[in-house]
DNA sequence: AATGAATGAGCATTCATTCAT
DNA sequence: TATGAATGAATGCTCATTCAT
């Protein structure tokens, strides 16, 4: 068991590159990755990262993966709550609101990892995989359509933050949610539901131009 | 091949560069493009790219300023047209359809000039001003909460087209943004506000265009 | 007298691209002083650094030569006064370690351009004027032999001091500064101090070699 | 004139980069050197230079400690010599003058590596090295003070025939050498000289080696 | 199977200088 | 006379990749 020089095949490099890789895109960006950089930050020989990954799309791909499990994993977790059979929403709001609120390095680390597969089909399928992974976690309590529509929000909610250097508005975000919701005109108070029914005001559109 | 050489006063060749930087963008990502580059493409001397764009940041700001015409333009465009203030969602949804559904060189490019923001704070006012205008245009046909909802959505649903190479699907994307809409218990037929009230269920595509 | 544009001829333009050239090489070192810095520095256009000093080595020139008002100027004030004529190696010793011991920004600066001499010919001359202004100053007090020799003996420590990080020891200095001092046969006094007054006669190189 | 390519394994080739380095330095100075100019001047490829030494600042590093071997180098040689415990001002006074009247190229460059810690952290410790040795080396036949006092001033007198472009002087040299000797009150003898035999106390030359 | 050495291409950026006003 | 525009050369440095163990 005593460390062993040389050793044959170490079953922890390839995940300390993997972690190692993760530290540097949080920190400087996908721009800031290259063989280098995580060979030097995971501190294992330069040779070794070219070796366990051929490619960096190759290292990149095991890094989101890996990524996936941040925002996805906690959804996944409280998935199981009853606080969130009781308000889809206003739980999923206030979940962003603790991810985006808290060390914004991690969320920016997945996003930008997420938002890479724009340009590396490689990355696609993870991406993918990360999608329906949360859409499946939330169709329990919704159906898959609105699932999917939920995300997409969500997504689009967490960019108008993180791009635009706006404040992340949790009423707003769980207004917007509840309304995605599918019509319940005869079941006010179904639980599976979400949210009570949205105030009635809220800025109409009232007779605009 | 060779164009003018010694062509001191040039004062088209700022937009050169700009038109260029967005044709290396689009052709070989962000991460392709470099003082170099663009200078080749644009077919000016290296040293001309630095002088006008002392950063490759600044440059940047540039043309993602040029890139918000493309969706946002067409958006504003047709903002004044009877059709959107009939159906905000589906017109809306099929103004989406129409741009991610023609060549993707420009939509890809427009996002990931967008995305990139996430990264490079200079970006982030300039992809503010996008969607203040985008959310603007939107406004003359709802509230402006609601617009900057449409927004995130149709953010969402983009890069969900985008980044998991899924088929972008009109009808689901009209229904959902139909379901942002404020509710009118009221009015069930106001025209201002948009699409009739959608179908209890699931968005099934119904029979839109 | 109103700040008139496009003044013909502004004198106060030639000493702010002075004074902004000792700014510069101040904070960044004569490697970090181009026509391009000090001009920013000095916020005139950039041909008026090259118009107004046709070479680099010009405007280190007048830079320099104002730069050694420095410690040559507070020891000519200092020269005047009953405390360096009672002891002449104590008051020096004080006079180099407030000098070294406060804002090392001045220090650094002036001896870095003192330093350039070495390999920039056009500055000798006013390197050795320093010398010589420093010199004539002490040779109040002492003779000119022994002048020079303290005057390379501060020199020999402030840069121990500066090159090496080594704390300034005024004891030392003082001590050692006294040793210089042309020998006193008839006052046994006290060698060490050498406080005592000057003797008259100058240290002769008698007959050795 | 090309060298033998895919000289795959050449031990020498860090040691030849920084003999290129010194001679490149003493061509052109410190502001000459780059990685371009050593990678020529030893005939190597420009990325074996950045392999070997990953900045300007580690190449300088070497270049100033081996540059350390000429003068210290050969006071260390002498410093076991009779001529040195006889008359140690004499001997350095005429050391000194073979080496500022020899080739001026390497007493230059030398001095210019050294001086060039002013502006260089990374240098400080190897000047300190530098002075270190060579005061340990004089301290054979003075104490550690006056040692120290020795190199400062000789540092001093070096730099104003550098600087200023005066002529060595030995005898002024020797003369105030002598004087930084520590007082020798019980022998009167001549205190300018040095030459005297030395007092017993003070850690004098006596009988070392 | 694993890795240190090595290298040429490329990078953003700074620069002195030239030129046309 | 003074200056903004313009440019090619050069800078330190990082890099993916290759090669010889």
Redesign the pocket.
């Known amino acids: 068991m005593a460390a062993a020089r ?1 050793r ?3 079953p922890e ?1 390839r995940q300390r590159i993997v972690d190692a890789a993760l530290r540097v895109v949080g920190a400087r960006g996908i721009a ?6 995580v060979a030097a930050e995971a501190d ?5 990262t ?2 366990h990954f051929a ?2 799309d190759e290292l990149l791909v095991a890094a989101l993966r890996q990524a996936n499990e941040g925002f996805g994993g906690q959804l996944r977790e409280r998935a199981e709550l009853p606080e969130m059979a009781a308000g889809l929403p206003s739980a999923l709001a206030r979940l962003m609101g603790e991810w985006i609120g808290g060390d914004r390095t991690g969320v920016e680390l997945e996003y930008e990892l997420y938002l890479a597969a724009l340009r590396r089909p490689a990355l696609r399928p993870v991406a993918a995989e990360w999608t329906e992974a949360v859409t499946e976690a939330l169709s329990r309590h919704t159906d898959l359509v609105t699932a999917r529509a939920l995300v997409a929000l969500m997504d689009g909610i967490c960019l108008q933050v993180l791009l635009t250097g706006a404040e992340y508005d949790e009423a707003y975000a769980r207004d917007m949610m509840a309304r995605l919701l599918p019509a319940r005109p005869d079941i006010p108070g179904d639980p599976t539901s979400g949210e009570a029914p949205v105030s009635s005001e809220t800025p109409g559109p009232s007779t605009d131009t």
């Open positions: 040389a044959r095949h170490d490099r800031g990755l290259s063989h280098r950089t294992v020989p330069l040779g070794s070219t070796y490619s960096l």
